[in-house]
């Protein structure tokens, strides 16, 4: 399935202010976003994309050739390595796994075919669920898929999981979808059984919160007065983390110091919960859950 990017349109019209200025991309994918981009802004304009996946750089080498486009096989934690402090006219995240992830057992992030245990979004990064099997506790895992997923059950699915992968039970994707599935009393009605599970050991795996936190920290400083960042979630976790990233920094003092709290306010919001029109739900159902903010510095 060829991925379709979210809120195209809506993203890269709050995203251009300058059609000559500097642009990011910090996750590239499949250049859904990126390619729009490129064609917003003027020859003198330029695109720098980032992603931590080597195929999305072998595409984005193969497919863009756009001479004031560039890409950097790096995730968005490490913007601050551009070093371009205080020059890009806008930012872009799109926090949301590349679909081809999905449609590639091979990656391991599928539980419609068997696939190994695998989860890496960089696959230089040396840990694999399988190796994250091999040695956490119940208890730890059933805080992970609590935390990550959101999974009420969390404790039954935990120990059927730890069980089942010590007896040998578990050696795929397919697998371990088919022990969490058995090991719930109440299925969803929309989503496989499986979905919030294998979402929170992706999460955790790849450290995505953190990254993200510490990702939209050092966009804030490559990016010029006035400039903007759009931002594309697609569970709780992400949307609060964006919140709390651009909420004005507040300081309080102590009654008896004779001085009023601070605001500081280092950006206004733009657009606050966009979501997804019912045409680009009929067309891509994977976008169901997105939920777009547009900030911009002051």
Do not use: W
Request: with cysteine; glycine share 6%; hydrophobic share 35%.
């Amino acid at each position: 399935m060829l991925h379709s990017p979210v809120l195209l349109e809506e993203s890269i019209d709050f995203l251009i202010t300058n059609p000559s200025g500097k642009y990011i991309d910090a996750t590239f994918g499949r250049g859904g976003h990126s390619r729009k981009i490129l064609d917003s802004i003027t020859k003198d304009g330029t695109l720098l994309a980032l992603d931590k996946d080597i195929d999305a750089i072998r595409f984005a080498k193969e497919n863009f050739k756009d001479k004031n486009f560039s890409i950097e096989h790096t995730g968005f934690e490490d913007l601050d390595s551009i070093n371009s402090a205080k020059q890009a006219d806008g930012i872009l995240f799109d926090f949301g796994l590349c679909s081809t992830h999905y449609d590639d057992p091979s990656r391991g992030f599928s539980f419609s075919e068997a696939g190994p245990l695998d989860m890496r979004i960089d696959l230089r990064q040396i840990k694999k669920l399988e190796d994250l099997l091999q040695t956490i506790d119940p208890e730890t895992l059933a805080n992970i898929i609590y935390q990550y997923g959101d999974e009420k059950e969390s404790r039954k699915i935990s120990q059927a999981i730890i069980n089942s992968y010590k007896d040998g039970r578990i050696l795929n994707t397919i697998d371990l979808a088919e022990v969490i599935k058995k090991s719930k009393t109440r299925s969803p009605n929309k989503i496989h059984p499986a979905t919030q599970t294998f979402q929170a050991l992706r999460i955790y795996l790849n450290d995505e919160i953190t990254n993200l936190k510490v990702g939209l920290n050092k966009s804030k400083d490559l990016l010029k007065t006035g400039g903007r960042i759009v931002c594309i979630s697609f569970h709780s976790l992400e949307d609060r983390s964006v919140k709390q990233s651009f909420a004005p920094k507040k300081t309080s003092y102590p009654k008896e110091i004779p001085l009023n709290n601070e605001v500081i306010e280092e950006f206004k919001v733009v657009a606050k919960k966009i979501k997804p029109s019912a045409s680009e739900l009929q067309r891509n159902r994977r976008s169901r859950s997105a939920i777009m903010r547009v900030f911009e510095k002051i």
